[in-house]
Every structure is written in structure tokens, then in C-alpha cells.
């Protein structure tokens, strides 16, 4: 029987401020479907977010362009607004630091999900290493080591340690 050794530390690092990042976030399936997947909280964000948004928008006479995005977000319409909004960040530093504001926010309200083994079976023996799971901000946090697996004849598992 062979045995194998498998050692994990995870870390999650925030995520960069991008024009890419909010036109995803804004343009998704959850708030198509009119918010329903997302907690009060996070659509309360979104929504200061977009009206933040609107508001540059309308200041600089390029409302249509999230508008006409938001109606039909097909790649030609998002990208425009894209474009836009990075062009706005870019010169107004204001706005882009409310921006980031609100995205920090934004993630501070999402849930991290860290799993480590899950749906793994192993026949035979197993050795896993040291398992290490720890969330660098604040937000909530679901750690799972080891989850629906399968392990044969011996299982050595080392240490699991947990961070939120």
C-alpha cells in the first residue's frame, strides 16, 4: 500500500479596486435576479455603490452608459461602461477612494469559504500533513478541513489549526 503527504496553508489576500472587479460585481447573476442570493448588508453596499456610480456618471454626462449596460449588458455595452468608469477613478481621486471604500466594505460582508479535502478518497493508507486555514480580514468566515472523504486502511492526519 503507498502513502502520500500532503501539507496546505491558505491565506486570502483582498482584492485590488478595479474597474473590472465592480463592472463583474454589479453585472452579476445575483443582482439580476433582483438580489435575492445576497444578504441585506451586501445588497444595502451594492446599492450605495451604484449610486455612487450614477451620480459621477450623471455629473459627467455618461449616465447612459450604465444605464444602457444595466438594460442589455452584453460585452460591447459593459466593457463601455468599463472603460468609463476606470476612466473616472483615474481622474477623480475622490471617487475613486469612495470607491474603494465601498468594495472594502463590500467584502468585509462576504462569506470566506475555505475547504481543504473535500470529496477526496484515498485507498489504502493516508498521511496529511499539517493543515493551516487562516482569513487575513475581517468578514465572515466557513473553514473545513476535511470534508466528505474517504480514506482506506490508516489515515495520519496532522495538525489543523483554524484563523478567522
Wanted: glycine share 8%; charged share 25%.
Amino acid at each position: 500500500m503507498s502513502s502520500s503527504t500532503i501539507n496546505y496553508f491558505i491565506i486570502m489576500e483582498p482584492v485590488t479596486l478595479t474597474a473590472a472587479g465592480i463592472a463583474t460585481l454589479i453585472f452579476s447573476e445575483a443582482l439580476k435576479e433582483g438580489g435575492k442570493a445576497l444578504g441585506k448588508g451586501i445588497s444595502e453596499k451594492v446599492a450605495q455603490l451604484l449610486s455612487t456610480i450614477r451620480e459621477k456618471f450623471q455629473t459627467a454626462g455618461t449616465e447612459g452608459l450604465l444605464t444602457r449596460a444595466q438594460e442589455n449588458p452584453i460585452e460591447k455595452n459593459t466593457a463601455k461602461f468599463q472603460d468609463e468608469l476606470e476612466t473616472q477613478m483615474q481622474e477623480d481621486e475622490a471617487f475613486a477612494n469612495r470607491l474603494q471604500e465601498l468594495m472594502t466594505q463590500l467584502k468585509s460582508n462576504e462569506t470566506i469559504n475555505q475547504i481543504v479535502l473535500k470529496g477526496v478518497e484515498v485507498k489504502g493508507k493516508a498521511k496529511v500533513g499539517d493543515i493551516d486555514l487562516a482569513a487575513t480580514r475581517d468578514g465572515s468566515v466557513n473553514q473545513e478541513a476535511v470534508v466528505d472523504a474517504k480514506f482506506g486502511d490508516d489515515l495520519d492526519l496532522g495538525n489543523v489549526n483554524m484563523k478567522a
